[in-house]
């Protein structure tokens, strides 16, 4: 898989986590709301719009290196705790 992916994606679309390695890119939105199941992302995932992570109850820490272009939506995301806004997100963070 070309680390530049498409321009959206949706959760169990086209595309399964394991396409995701580190460093991938995605030129717009990456939309992974309701995986519950979700532990962790790729360290130096890049996003070049928003990011939706609502609901991944599972998700225990943003990677390192994270980008995200738009906005970061983490609400209902239980497991994060004490998570400040990365440095590599343009937008605001919702919780």
């Known amino acids: 898989m070309p680390k530049a992916l498409r321009d959206r994606v949706l959760a169990g679309e086209v595309l399964t986590l394991e396409d995701f390695t580190a460093d991938s890119f995605l030129h717009a939105d990456l939309y992974l709301y309701g995986c519950t199941g979700l532990r962790a992302l790729p360290e130096g995932l890049a996003v070049g719009g928003g990011l939706w992570l609502n609901g991944c109850?599972?998700?225990?820490?943003?990677?390192?290196?994270?980008?995200?272009?738009?906005?970061?939506?983490?609400?209902?995301?239980?497991?994060?705790?004490?998570?400040?806004?990365?440095?590599?997100?343009?937008?605001?963070v919702y919780r």
């Not at 995200?68 to 939506?73: D, E, I, N, P, R």
């Open 57 to 92: 109850t599972g998700l225990r820490a943003l990677p390192e290196g994270l980008a995200v272009g738009g906005s970061l939506y983490l609400d209902g995301c239980t497991g994060l705790k004490g998570v400040r806004k990365p440095s590599g997100v343009k937008g605001a």
